[in-house]
């Protein structure tokens, strides 16, 4: 353990908010590659890539990593089943590919997933459009793919059905079929591409770098042709200047409002909002997850099966509100449940059974004409001229081909260097090799055959159900939270008796994660916001702010403040919710 500690050690400990200060005030001093603004997935996926094929970076978001919708989508790394009936072939093989290199390079976070489809007589997918479906979408994936999923697809009789779901409308239901895509934690998978980012290129010994609460406020050029990058750092208070040979404006929904602040008058995004509500599983009754279609516009959405709960949603809406503050409002909410009331009749979800909701916003590429959900899911990359570059559009599950193809891209347009590695070749696909992730075969083992938990681990009261949440949760860093527990039994409380978060996790957040606040742990290192019931979610979020008070010394106001930041957002997500009950 002492060993596998150190080489830790030495990966991830400037990802610490003890090292942050130390760090920001060097990059006035240097050069980039290349300098990212936005730290959500498609930032990090072109710091990664960039690393990988060894150029230096400097990355900064004006909030935590993953802030914007990179934590709030469906957490599904999938090929787009509803794309297949828009005819987007291209985008569905391109999905599916990066769907399964992710479950094979990242099982712990991205895990396998059975969609039911049913038919109902009079429904708007009949029995047989449903069959071609599900096999015309494995045969995208599989057919000459170096990664397959292995899990195919089933036709299902209704007695099967109603044998697997027995929750489900059983009156007109025909028959159906399973197909499988994949759950994935849309925020951990992005912290998760920043440290390999930052590890691959500490690995290579090119300086590179990450910033949270770092807001992107102007650009310039140097004489020697540099971009300048002007940064607020909102944690220090002070302006830095970061230099680099070309800038990516990666900031998915703010892309229009960060070209305002370069003085590029150009208008590339057409957000949309789609909301999420979060039940107890056992409530709903389901066993696998769904997709439906909505009886009140036939528009396709999910109930997602994730542990112990579901996801219902999402909805798609223009959206013309603050971009920073998406809401779960009562429309959204009643949409979803009238459908959900339909299929499973027996449940009869009401407000009450709602533990919580969140609403994110796609970062859409502008296309006249288009409803909400017609618009295309491809990605763009725009050239200002000037060495200023903006991508948007896309999907998490194509983060690997949207960097890829950024970095190309850039070589093309001679801003980088040539380096060795072959063009147009996804050269990205090492995680799984990675000795930092834990690989499939020790997932394996450690979920199936319960070898690696050894019993002793008991003695300090880390049970196999927290075992196999923290190895699903912080692949090996799992292995660094038992070892602040063997070390010091306190850290392996919980803060509150019915919630699994204990104090040992939000240590390793704030040691390797660089988590700040409080929203950081309870959002983005982990669902607390979303799995934990509303009316909790104050006592927990202190419980964590005495803690870190006693443990690090942090200032009381301040975390009062977070404190409260935090119950604001859970409370303005489900204030329709207390309103209505
Ligand atoms: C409801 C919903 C469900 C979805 N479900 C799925 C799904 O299941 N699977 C899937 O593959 N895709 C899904 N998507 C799409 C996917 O979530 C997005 O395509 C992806 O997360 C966009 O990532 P991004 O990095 O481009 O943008 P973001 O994640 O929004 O990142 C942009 C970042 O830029 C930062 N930023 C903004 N302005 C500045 C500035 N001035 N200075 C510095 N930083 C700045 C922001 O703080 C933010 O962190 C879903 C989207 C939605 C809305």
Same mark, same amino acid.
């Given at each position: 353990?002492?060993n596998?500690?150190?080489?830790?050690?030495s990966?991830?400990?400037n990802?610490?908010?003890?090292?942050?200060?130390k760090?920001?005030?060097k990059?006035d001093?240097?050069?980039?590659?290349i300098?990212?603004i936005?730290?959500?997935i498609?930032?990090?996926?072109?710091?990664?890539?960039?690393?990988i094929?060894?150029?230096?970076?400097?990355?900064?978001?004006?909030?935590?990593?993953a802030?914007?919708t990179?934590?709030k989508?469906?957490?599904?790394?999938h090929?787009?089943?509803?794309?297949?009936?828009?005819?987007e072939?291209k985008?569905?093989?391109?999905?599916?590919?990066?769907?399964?290199?992710?479950?094979?390079?990242?099982?712990?976070?991205?895990?396998?997933?059975?969609f039911?489809?049913?038919?109902?007589?009079?429904?708007?997918?009949?029995?047989?459009?449903?069959?071609?479906?599900?096999?015309?979408?494995?045969?995208?994936?599989?057919?000459?793919?170096k990664?397959?999923?292995?899990n195919?697809?089933?036709?299902?009789?209704?007695?099967?059905?109603?044998?697997?779901?027995?929750?489900?409308?059983?009156?007109?239901?025909l028959?159906?079929?399973?197909?499988y895509d994949?759950?994935?934690?849309?925020?951990?998978l992005?912290?998760?591409?920043?440290?390999?980012?930052?590890a691959?290129?500490?690995?290579?010994k090119?300086?590179?770098?990450?910033?949270?609460?770092?807001?992107?406020?102007?650009f310039?050029?140097d004489?020697?042709?540099?971009?300048?990058?002007?940064?607020?750092d909102?944690?220090?208070?002070?302006?830095?200047?970061?230099?680099g040979?070309?800038?990516?404006?990666?900031?998915?929904?703010?892309?229009d409002?960060?070209?305002?602040?370069?003085?590029i008058k150009?208008k590339?995004?057409?957000?949309?909002?789609?909301?999420?509500?979060?039940?107890?599983?056992q409530?709903?009754?389901?066993?696998?997850?769904?997709?439906?279609?909505s009886?009140d516009?036939?528009?396709?959405?999910?109930?997602?099966r994730?542990?112990?709960?579901?996801?219902i949603g999402?909805?798609?809406?223009?959206?013309n509100?603050?971009?920073?503050?998406p809401?779960?409002?009562?429309?959204?909410? &009643? @949409?979803l449940?009238?459908? *959900?009331?339909?299929?499973f009749?027996? /449940?009869? $979800?009401?407000?009450?059974? +709602? =533990?919580?909701?969140?609403?994110?916003?796609?970062?859409?590429?502008?296309?006249?004409?288009?409803?909400?959900?017609a618009?295309?899911?491809?990605h763009?990359i725009?050239?200002h001229?000037?060495?200023?570059?903006t991508?948007?559009?896309?999907?998490?599950?194509?983060?690997?081909k949207?960097?890829?193809?950024?970095i190309l891209?850039l070589?093309?347009?001679?801003?980088?260097?040539?380096?060795?590695?072959?063009?147009?070749?996804?050269?990205?696909?090492?995680?799984k090799r990675?000795?930092?992730?834990?690989?499939?075969?020790?997932?394996?083992i450690?979920?199936?055959?319960?070898?690696?938990?050894?019993?002793?681990?008991?003695?300090?009261?880390?049970?196999? &159900? @927290?075992?196999?949440?923290? *190895?699903?949760?912080?692949?090996?860093? /799992?292995? $660094?939270?038992?070892?602040? +527990? =063997?070390?010091n039994?306190d850290?392996?409380?919980?803060?509150?008796?019915?919630?699994?978060l204990t104090k040992?996790?939000v240590?390793?957040?704030?040691?390797y994660?660089?988590?700040l606040?409080?929203?950081?742990?309870?959002?983005?290192?982990?669902?607390?916001?979303?799995?934990l019931?509303?009316?909790?979610?104050r006592?927990?979020?202190?419980?964590?702010?005495?803690?870190l008070i006693?443990?690090?010394?942090f200032?009381?106001?301040e975390?009062?403040?977070?404190?409260?930041d935090?119950?604001?957002?859970?409370?303005?997500?489900t204030r329709?919710?207390?309103?209505?009950l």
């Open positions: 353990m002492e596998f500690v150190k080489e830790f050690d990966y991830f400990q990802f610490s908010f003890k090292e942050r200060e760090q920001i005030d990059v001093k240097k050069e980039f590659d300098v990212i936005g730290g959500g498609t930032g990090a996926g072109i710091a990664r890539e960039a690393a094929r060894g150029y230096s970076f400097c990355l900064v978001d004006k909030e935590d990593f802030f914007g990179s934590s989508s469906s957490k599904l790394a090929g787009g089943f509803r794309y297949l009936a828009q005819g072939i985008l569905v093989r391109e999905s599916t590919t990066e769907r399964n290199w992710l479950a094979s390079a990242l099982p712990n976070l991205v895990r396998p997933l059975g039911v489809v049913n038919a109902y007589e009079g429904g708007k997918d009949s029995l047989s459009k449903i069959k071609i479906a599900v096999f015309l979408y494995d045969l995208i994936s599989n057919f000459l793919s990664y397959k999923n292995k195919k697809h089933r036709y299902l009789t209704a007695d099967k059905i109603l044998e697997m779901e027995p929750e489900v409308k059983k009156e007109g239901l028959g159906g079929a399973i197909y994949t759950n994935v934690d849309d925020s951990r992005t912290i998760e591409t920043i440290k390999d980012a930052l691959i290129a500490k690995s290579k090119i300086d590179s770098y990450a910033f949270s609460y770092c807001r992107f406020i102007g310039d050029k004489e020697n042709n540099y971009k300048l990058v002007y940064v607020q909102r944690i220090g208070g002070l302006t830095h200047t970061i230099r040979k070309v800038v990516i404006n990666a900031t998915g929904i703010w892309i409002e960060t070209l305002e602040k370069a003085n150009q590339f995004i057409r957000p949309t909002k789609g909301v999420h509500l979060i039940v107890k599983r409530r709903l009754g389901n066993n696998n997850a769904f997709g439906l279609r009886i516009d036939g528009r396709f959405f999910f109930v997602i994730r542990e112990n709960y579901s996801y999402t909805t798609d809406t223009d959206y509100e603050n971009l920073d503050e809401v779960c409002e009562k429309k959204d909410c &009643d @949409y449940l009238n459908t *959900i009331n339909y299929v009749p027996k /449940a009869n $979800i009401t407000y009450k059974d +709602i =533990i919580s909701a969140y609403a994110g916003v796609r970062p859409l590429i502008l296309e006249e004409g288009k409803s909400e959900s618009v295309s899911r491809k763009i725009y050239d001229s000037n060495r200023f570059i991508i948007g559009g896309g999907k998490l599950t194509i983060f690997r949207m960097a890829e193809d950024t891209f070589q093309k347009k001679g801003y980088i260097e040539q380096t060795k590695l072959k063009k147009n070749k996804l050269q990205s696909n090492k995680f990675n000795k930092r992730n834990i690989s499939k075969k020790d997932y394996l450690a979920l199936k055959e319960k070898i690696i938990y050894k019993e002793e681990l008991n003695k300090v009261g880390i049970t196999r &159900d @927290y075992f196999d949440y923290c *190895i699903r949760q912080y692949g090996k860093g /799992a292995f $660094i939270i038992f070892d602040y +527990i =063997i070390k039994l850290l392996g409380k919980r803060f509150i008796d019915d919630y699994i040992a996790e240590v390793y957040h704030f040691n994660e660089m988590a606040t409080i929203s950081d742990i309870l959002e983005r290192r982990t669902e607390t916001n979303c799995h019931h509303y009316e909790k979610q006592q927990l979020a202190e419980k964590i702010a005495s803690f006693d443990f690090y010394g200032n009381n106001d975390l009062k403040k977070q404190v409260e935090y119950c604001e957002r859970i409370d303005k997500n329709f919710l207390r309103e209505n």
